[in-house]
């Protein structure tokens, strides 16, 4: 199967994030692998701006077959760009590691088109902060982070 979805966040960048994502899985009655990726828009933060691309690998189980609930977990790799007047970024590019758990519920549309939406949260594994010179610390890494995604699923 083949998804495409809107990625929103709470706590990667200054402000919540929207980006686009894509993802392609296999299914394994009852569970199932996706790998994909996602890149949230830039964001401005004091003069300088933040971007993230990640790449994702995602396994979930199906628990409930009838509402078509599966709770999930999520590796993530990818690299959080930073440009402008970071005073404290010794490169511009930081590498991206996450690791999180989501509860996914799905709607069948169509026999082959599904819509689904999924709530996760997730630990990135460095809390880098971003500061400016003159200004100070202008954004921090939380150290959990929270991600809400949806979209249309087309099985084949």
Known sequence: YARAQLVADLGTMPAVALG????????????????????????????SSLQLTAAAAVGCVGVLRFASLSPCLHLEVGSLHAEG??????SKNKLWLLAGA??????SLTSWLYWLTEVSAGMPWDRAQFVVG????????????????????GRF
Request: net charge neutral; charged share 15%; no cysteine.
């Open 20 to 47: 686009p994502g894509a993802m392609i899985g296999l299914a394994f009655d009852p569970a199932l692998v996706e790998l994909g990726g996602f890149a949230f828009l830039a964001q401005d933060a004091a003069r």
């Open 102 to 107: 989501g509860l996914r519920a799905g709607l």
């Open 85 to 90: 007047r970071f005073a404290s970024a010794v």
């Open 134 to 153: 003159g200004l100070g610390e202008v954004h921090r890494i939380p150290s959990v982070v929270g991600r809400l995604t949806t979209g249309l699923e």
